[in-house]
């Protein structure tokens, strides 16, 4: 059994750090380099780097926010956000990123997961999906441009063809529990992992240690990641992995 990943996420927007609920009402939590550091001194066992505005602005991830968190860390470091050719990826790999994480591009044009994949490895490949519930069906759908835009694909299908295409990892956020701290979408995840067999991280609803228990008790993931609750500093990570620990659960 693999260990299980506690996974700190930064989203950043115009070089800060920013934290919603659902998406929106954003408000400045700091310096990513700083926070970067502090996260690899309580021991997180990744650090996922997301430039929210990235897509929806037109414009390439900022690559020295990038190469200067990069420079401060050693962790293994997932990188997205306006990331739409290989040319971008390698860029972005020799500014210190680990990985590449697609969203809103590898939707427009799934063709670059293959063309990411077969240059750098599946293993490089991490294709984040945002998950939103249809209120009238009860159909998960995948979003694109930072939650904005309601994309035809269902969310498992995607999920299934992303991998199909060359994804190693995926990256699921559910919309409607992101920021709320009600408790990570168990129901999702177990449904994304009946269809697909590559590793999952888990995000959105992270409030509490219980919600890491339940979500590693209950379902295959290999990864969580949260933001809000680290940030904040509801749960620090060293206490977060020893209450994993004292039920079990195995963590690195």
Known sequence: ???KR???????????VKKGINFVNLVDVGN?????STYEEQGADELVFLDITATVDARTTMRDVVRDVSNRVFMPLTVGGGIRTVDD??????AGADKISLNSAALARPELISEGAQKFGNQCMVVAIDVKTDPTTGTWYAYTHGGRKKMEWEALAWATE??????GELLVTSMDKDGTKSG???ELYKALESVVDVP????GGAGSVQDFIELFAHTGVTGALAASI??????????LKSALRAEGIMVR
């Open 200 to 203: 999952i991280i888990a995000s």
């Open 32 to 36: 990513p380099v700083d926070i970067a």
């Open 1 to 3: 059994m693999l260990a």
């Open 230 to 239: 680290f940030h904040f500093g509801d749960i620090t990570i060293p206490y």
């Open 184 to 186: 990570f979408d168990i």
């Open 162 to 167: 992303a991998v199909r295409r060359g994804a």
């Open 89 to 94: 990826m390698s860029a972005l790999l020799k």
């Open 6 to 16: 506690i996974i700190p996420c930064l989203d950043v927007d115009g070089g800060r």
